[in-house]
């Protein structure tokens, strides 16, 4: 019984440094990340309207994206609360990366071999939005 325990302890023990190693490196990875241009969310589609506000024509971006201005206080609190239970439950309680989503994610990944689910929140899905990338990787 005391080997047991003596192994589950070592192991436990590894496994507590490993940990600390990947949030390290993970930490020293997103410090190394220049800033988002931010120009892009500044950007947004022209619109016509018509002599009381309405909206008569919107045009896309040079890119090709929608983005028409808008109020979140013009936003039906039902959809907002749809998005974020679909997209990212736990949004008001992390700082723009979910750590068990993204835990949870590598975990499906590397039992199936496969994306079952993702693990980005609203914010990085923005991130990629702004900063689009051809390349997909881990980083």
Known sequence: MRRWATLLGKALFAGAVGGVFVLLAFAVYVVSLPPLDMGAANE???VVLDKNG???RPFTTPDGRWRLPVEVSNIDANYLKILL???DRRF???SGIDLFAVLRAGGQFARHGRVISGGSTL???VARLLEPRSE???S
Do not use: D, N
Request: aromatic share 12%.
């Open 44 to 46: 947004r589609s022209a």
């Open 54 to 56: 309405q909206l008569l």
């Open 85 to 87: 239970g679909f997209e």
């Open 92 to 94: 008001y309680s992390h």
């Open 123 to 125: 914010t990085m899905q």
């Open 136 to 138: 997909r990787s881990l």
